[in-house]
Nanobody, 122 residues
Framework: QVQLVESGGGLVQAGGSLRLSCAASGGTFSNYVMGWFRQAPGEEREFVAAISRNGRLTTYAASVKGRFTVSRDNDNNAMYLQMGNLSPEDTAVYYC???????????????WGQGTQVTVSS
């Protein structure tokens, strides 16, 4: 069972950038497909990005494609989300998740971090 801890959230102005990190421990990190999800107040948790076990495959939600980049460092058990050209619509709690299936479905990810708040002001 892998444990996940997100960091890097904060308050940023529209048009700005942030880099989120997800640190993993307690499991073999390279065995997991990793994903980023987000949840805004009153909304369901939604997919943001995913990266394959070796980092060669990535996929993004249409709303963030071209602005966000997901990456991972298997040697250091970490995943990152570089977010650019942020807008108030990106305001949410961002979660990293680990699973065994190449999927965008929330329910398919077994392990979750506690989340980090990202707030984008207009």
């Amino acid at each position: 069972q892998v444990q996940l801890v997100e960091s890097g959230g904060g308050l940023v102005q529209a048009g700005g950038s942030l880099r989120l990190s997800c640190a993993a421990s307690g499991g073999t990190f390279s065995n997991y497909v990793m994903g980023w999800f987000r949840q805004a107040p009153g909304e369901e948790r939604e997919f943001v990005a995913a990266i394959s076990r070796n980092g060669r495959l990535t996929t993004y939600a249409a709303s963030v494609k071209g602005r966000f980049t997901v990456s991972r460092d298997n040697d250091n058990n970490a995943m990152y989300l570089q977010m650019g050209n942020l807008s108030p619509e990106d305001t949410a709690v961002y979660y990293c998740a680990a699973g065994f299936s190449w999927t965008t479905r929330v329910a398919s990810y077994d392990n979750w971090g506690q989340g980090t708040q990202v707030t984008v002001s207009s």
